[in-house]
């Protein structure tokens, strides 16, 4: 399932047009990625966690040499399914 369709299966099961059903989505998304990016863990009971995560320094390959390189820590996002959803797709 892309966004249009996501988008589509929200306007007709809340019986809004598409743009507000879009309009709803992107806030929504949009509101999650400011949390995360501040550091808050954003919950969605029965769906998930989205949190922030650190990444360790490592050592890499560059594939067309074979060199070793490094790689920076970095920060990354981080979703953990809830226990309800893992159940709904076992």
Do not use: H, Y
């Not at 999650?32 to 966690?49: C, Q």
């Not at 890499?60 to 990354?76: F, L, Y």
């Amino acid at each position: 399932m892309n966004k249009a369709q996501l988008i589509e299966k929200i306007a007709t099961e809340t019986k809004v047009s598409k743009a507000q059903a879009e309009a709803i989505l992107d806030c929504a998304v949009e509101n999650i990625k400011k949390s995360v990016k501040k550091g808050d863990d954003v919950k969605l009971v029965g769906f998930g966690t989205f949190t922030k995560a650190k990444r360790k320094a490592r050592t890499g390959r560059n594939p067309q040499t074979g060199k070793a390189i490094k790689i920076p820590a970095a920060w990354a996002p981080k979703f953990r399914a809830g226990a309800e959803f893992k159940a709904m797709v076992k």
